[in-house]
């Protein structure tokens, strides 16, 4: 009998033509920024340290070290390689020079003021190796001499008793 043969052809058919299976979507990676002591790594940071006086600033453009009596090197900014409560950043100078600047989740006192920053900070460059301390760019630009060094989020309300 044809029969058998004339219908799994029909099945065959009907299948080609039905529409394919939900295919389930790709599941959600979070892709935003990793923070560290409560820094995110996302936005501008600066390091710093004294004797000698040093600056690093991080952000997603690239990698700036300065310092007194040192010229400026600039890197592009690989991302940070996190690892326990470590972010290292490992990158090549315009000049072809190795830098390194690890940014450890461990309070930070730089010794000229009486600020505590988030973030240790050691940075190799040169065949040097600098210590100081880090924090976020907005958390700096809005500190004061004193206290811990942290970025404020939202509006900072006013001042005095609420209104009735």
Do not use: H
Not at 79 to 84: A, E, I, N, R
Not at 87 to 101: D, L, Q, W
Not at 106 to 111: E, F, I, V, Y
Request: net charge negative; aromatic share 4%; hydrophobic share 40%.
């Amino acid at each position: 009998m044809r029969i058998a043969p004339l219908f799994g052809l029909t099945i065959l058919v009907l299948a080609a033509c039905s529409p394919s299976p939900e295919v389930p979507d790709a599941p959600t990676i979070d892709v935003s920024p990793a923070t560290l002591a409560g820094v995110d790594l996302g936005r501008p940071i600066r390091a710093l340290g004294n004797e000698p006086f040093w600056a690093v600033t991080i952000s997603p453009e690239g990698i700036v070290y300065s310092g007194v009596d040192r010229p400026e090197q600039t890197a592009d900014n690989p991302g940070p390689l996190l690892q326990g409560t470590t972010a290292r950043y490992e990158a090549t100078t315009g000049t072809g020079k190795p830098m390194s600047v690890a940014l450890i989740a461990t309070t930070c006192s730089d010794g000229m003021s009486d600020r505590t920053y988030p973030l240790t900070a050691v940075v190799k460059i040169d065949g040097e190796t600098l210590t100081g301390c880090a924090a976020s760019v907005a958390a700096l630009a809005t500190a004061g001499e004193s206290g811990l060094v942290v970025e404020t989020v939202g509006p900072t309300p006013p001042a005095g008793p609420p209104p009735a």
